[in-house]
C-alpha cells in the first residue's frame, strides 16, 4: 500500500513570499491532519480534515496559514505571508477513520526555510 | 498549561544494553499514549499504543509503561542495536477524538 506523499519536499522563501504544500494521503483514508514540525521539537497539530471538513484547525494562525481538502482526498496547506519563525517541516498524516485509538501514517514532510 | 516532557539531552548506549526513556506530563489526563520513532528527514513511526488503564505492554524488544498516578510513560529497548538510533516521540491522546499532542522527543544513538 503505497504511503503520504508529500510535495515538495524542500522550499527556501524570503519573508512575505506564499508557498503551498500539497498532501495526499493513503486511500481511503478519511482523516488527514496537517503538522508543524520546528527543529527540535514535537510535531504540532495545525489542522484536522474528517473527509472534506474541519475537525480541529484550533492551533492554526488563521491570519496567515490556510488549508483545504476540497473533494475530501488531496488537500494543501498555505502561507501567505510568511514569517520566519514559520521555518519547520510541515508534516502530513491520515488515518482511517479519524477515531478514537487509530493509528495516524505520516508523509516525510515538506522542509520550509524561510530567509 | 499542560506540558509533556521527554529528556532533550540525546541517550548514547551501547549496543546490546537497555535504553530507558521518559516522558512526563502535567495538567493533562490522556486516555492513552502513543510511542512513535522519528529517523532523520523523515516523518514519525507508530510502534506502540498503551490505555490509560493498562500497565505495561509489548512488542519485540520494546516495552511501554504508563503510570497515571506518577503522570509518567517509560519506553525500553532491550538488546539494543545501531538500527534502533533514531529520535522517539511520545504522544498524549484525550478520551474524545484522534488528537496526538506530541513531547519534544528523545534522541537515541546506540554503538557497535
Known amino acids: 500500500e503505497a504511503g503520504v506523499a508529500q510535495s515538495p519536499r524542500y522550499k527556501i522563501i524570503e519573508k512575505r513570499q506564499s508557498v503551498a504544500f500539497w498532501c495526499n494521503p493513503i486511500s481511503g483514508h478519511a482523516t488527514l491532519y496537517w503538522y508543524q514540525q520546528i527543529l527540535g521539537q514535537g510535531p504540532k497539530l495545525l489542522i484536522q480534515f474528517q473527509n472534506n471538513g474541519v475537525v480541529d484547525d484550533s492551533q492554526l494562525p488563521k491570519d496567515r496559514f490556510s488549508a483545504e481538502r476540497l473533494k475530501g482526498v488531496d488537500s494543501t496547506l498555505k502561507i501567505q505571508p510568511a514569517k520566519l519563525e514559520d521555518s519547520a517541516v510541515y508534516l502530513c498524516?491520515?488515518?482511517?477513520?479519524?477515531?478514537?485509538?487509530?493509528?495516524?501514517?505520516f508523509g516525510p514532510g515538506t522542509r520550509l526555510l524561510v530567509l | 498549561s499542560q506540558k509533556i516532557e521527554q529528556n532533550s539531552e540525546a541517550l548514547n548506549i551501547q549496543e546490546g544494553k537497555t535504553a530507558t526513556l521518559t516522558c512526563n506530563y502535567t495538567n493533562y489526563s490522556p486516555a492513552y499514549l502513543q510511542w512513535y520513532r522519528q529517523d532523520p528527514g523523515r516523518g514519525p513511526v507508530f510502534l506502540l499504543l498503551?490505555?490509560?488503564?493498562?500497565k505495561e505492554k509489548r512488542k519485540e524488544r520494546l516495552k511501554v509503561t504508563f503510570d497515571t498516578t506518577l503522570k509518567q510513560s517509560l519506553f525500553h529497548i532491550t538488546a539494543s542495536q545501531p538500527a534502533d538510533s533514531a529520535t522517539y516521540l511520545c504522544?498524549?491522546?484525550?478520551?474524545?477524538?484522534?488528537?496526538?499532542?506530541f513531547g519534544g522527543g528523545t534522541r537515541v544513538l546506540v554503538k557497535p
Open positions: 504522544a498524549l491522546v484525550k478520551a474524545a477524538g484522534n488528537k496526538l499532542t
Open positions: 498503551i490505555r490509560e488503564n493498562e
Open positions: 498524516a491520515s488515518s482511517h477513520k479519524g477515531v478514537t485509538q487509530e493509528t495516524q501514517y
